[in-house]
């Protein structure tokens, strides 16, 4: 039976992920789509129960009373079919709709409703294009992404079950009293009205000043994390007491925060317990009048003081289930904002996947400015043909790796198209483009899990032996063999650590070489490949970066010239633009922009090493 409930709400919903409303309510709508049903039937639930609380109350009173007059002789046979009914409704009816609404939001929509929220919150995310995470924590966009689901949960749920079952208790209350005499039902109304002012004036306060407190602890928070993330620094400066002092001054702004919620709590609670007491009184005070006057009975005093008592406890529960449901309204309210954003880059409905299988890639008069107006790319026209090898070549900011990020198609150009083997990327998928480049970067970050499923994740259905192979490749099969993390797994099974923590430059950047050997793209995109590289180990990678790179489109950067020098073409950028190409020979025979960055970096060079590239590079 709980699986069955389990089983109502399906917490991974394959619909395509879109892109949420930056409205409140939409937003609310759109990740409780497919909980609706559920949601009213615990409503409905709910609100029987609160009814179900009422009229066990009304029953009470009528005990009293029948109680006071009945002859204990003749009781039984008379008010024993009454006796009898009520027994079957406390005994069989309440627990029976008790444990269905705790069945439904327990097992219906506890877990699975926050869950579906996250796969469907998580799958946009994914598909956001590169500059949304430039733009973003990576820890933030994480904990944005699982608060925002548990407080839609949550605020759905309090409005649905909560207020609801406040509602409906307040009304039945209400309609027990007056049923007695209109008079009785008087104290209730006046403290609802004033109860409903105190949280009118106290409730927003107190979402106010915790939307505060949440900015102020995560100040907090962020300064003692980053003096950790930091520790070495900290330590090598000498710098623990003034780490202290820059985590006390944000201290010193949260502790006010708490200080002045519980001030507003303190003074909430007094008001309400007096304002309870004083129903208490004015309960007992109208119900003895009328009881005087014949108006009533004692089981309706007994009644009317029973609700009273259960007000004692819920006027606190409400107080601070209203406060909470501000606090997720905020929570959801920054949600929106980190997650209703457009993608930048999209792919057009039902765009075909790239088969590329020659590698010809041309540049068509590109322009990007990243929408600054002017700078980067202007104009660009380049044409690779299959199987060229050709370096990118320039100063920091000529524009070498924005040339490989529209070539991923992580933006899209201002101006102009980029073609391979003749269609233009932006009418193809992106995932299917990526799938044709193989790209290995100057700053590799690896996957925390083992160094299988690193190597892995260039061709997930690849062999045991595969993936040994393309290890042994990168120069990288020797140290995996004699790897071994704190949960005890060895080799292949090791896990790498966050980023890759746990390996060395040098070490993550071979396995990054593996990856790609795998995935064997027919093109290869090599961004500052081997820079993180001792040079013995990099003289080795390097012969099987040459046997990579046959029969494959490359486009390679790298600020080490004697690195690419030896490609079929150098292309020198400046600004943007192309300004030189040709081989390493002809472009230090021109004597141009080349020539001199090659005259500068020779220099520290042994000169033997520089002549040698040179007569590779003629050969």
Do not use: C
Not at 208 to 213: E, G, L, M
Not at 329 to 349: H, Q
């Amino acid at each position: 039976m709980l699986r069955w409930f389990e089983r109502r709400l399906d917490p991974y919903p394959s619909a395509e992920p879109q892109q949420p409303p930056a409205r409140l309510l939409p937003f609310f709508l759109f990740y409780l789509r497919g909980s609706k049903r559920l949601l009213v039937l615990m409503a409905i639930l709910t609100a029987a129960i609160a009814l179900s609380e009422v009229l066990l109350f009304g029953f009470i009173g009528n005990i009293v009373d029948w109680l006071s007059g009945a002859d204990r002789a003749t009781f039984i046979a008379t008010e024993g079919w009454r006796l009898a009914l009520m027994g079957v409704f406390i005994v069989v009816l309440l627990p029976a709709v008790a444990a269905l609404q705790s069945l439904v939001i327990n097992q219906g929509m506890m877990g699975n409703l926050p869950q579906r929220i996250r796969w469907m919150l998580h799958r946009y995310v994914l598909r956001q294009s590169m500059s949304y995470f430039q733009d973003e924590f990576a820890g933030r966009v994480s904990t944005n992404l699982m608060q925002t689901a548990l407080a839609v949960r949550d605020a759905a749920m309090k409005m649905f079950d909560v207020l609801n079952y406040v509602g409906f208790y307040f009304i039945g209350a209400i309609a027990l009293a007056a049923a007695s005499d209109w008079r009785l039902a008087l104290p209730f109304v006046a403290w609802i009205v004033v109860y409903g002012v105190l949280l009118r004036i106290f409730v927003p306060q107190l979402a106010d000043i915790s939307a505060k407190q949440a900015g102020a602890r995560a100040l907090m928070t962020g300064r003692i994390v980053d003096a950790y993330t930091n520790i070495t620094t900290v330590k090598l400066f000498s710098h623990s007491n003034r780490e202290e002092a820059y985590a006390r001054e944000a201290m010193d702004e949260f502790l006010p925060t708490v200080h002045r919620q519980m001030r507003i709590a303190t003074i909430l609670n007094m008001a309400i317990y007096l304002l309870n007491l004083l129903l208490l009184a004015s309960i007992f005070a109208i119900g003895i009048a009328l009881w005087l006057g014949a108006s009533i009975t004692p089981g309706a005093i007994a009644a009317a003081a029973a609700l009273v008592l259960r007000l004692f406890g819920m006027s606190q529960w409400i107080m601070w289930e209203l406060s909470a449901l501000f606090e997720n309204i905020g929570t959801v309210r920054t949600g929106m904002g980190a997650f209703a954003v457009p993608r930048a880059v999209v792919d057009k409905p039902h765009a075909p996947a790239l088969a590329a299988s020659a590698g010809d890639i041309r540049f068509d008069h590109v322009t990007f400015h990243y929408g600054k107006g002017e700078g980067v790319i202007d104009g660009l026209d380049l044409h690779i043909r299959p199987g060229e090898k050709v370096g990118l070549v320039g100063r920091s900011g000529a524009g070498k790796s924005t040339i490989v990020n529209l070539l991923l198609r992580f933006y899209d150009p201002e101006g102009g198209r980029i073609l391979i083997d003749g269609t233009d990327i932006a009418t193809v998928t992106q995932d299917s483009l990526r799938a044709n480049i193989g790209v290995v970067t100057q700053d590799t970050s690896l996957l925390h899990r083992s160094v299988r499923d690193n190597i892995a994740y260039g061709r997930p259905d690849a062999t045991e032996a595969e993936i040994v192979a393309a290890a042994r490749l990168a120069e990288a099969h020797e140290f995996i063999v004699g790897l071994r993390d704190l949960k005890g797994n060895t080799g292949y099974d090791a896990h790498v650590g966050e980023r890759g923590v746990k390996l060395s430059g040098g070490q993550r950047q071979r396995v990054a070489i593996a990856r790609v050997l795998l995935k064997n793209a027919p093109i290869l995109v090599l961004d500052e490949a081997t820079s993180a590289l001792d040079s013995e180990v990099e003289a080795a990678i390097q012969e099987q970066l040459h046997l990579l790179m046959r029969g494959k489109t490359v486009i390679a950067i790298a600020h080490r010239l004697s690195t690419i020098a030896a490609l079929d073409r150098l292309v020198v950028l400046d600004q943007g633009r192309i300004v030189e190409q040709g081989t390493h020979a002809q472009l230090l025979e021109l004597g141009g922009e080349y020539a001199k960055l090659w005259q500068r970096q020779s220099g520290g060079f042994l000169e033997a090493d520089a002549d040698a590239v040179t007569e590779e590079a003629a050969e």
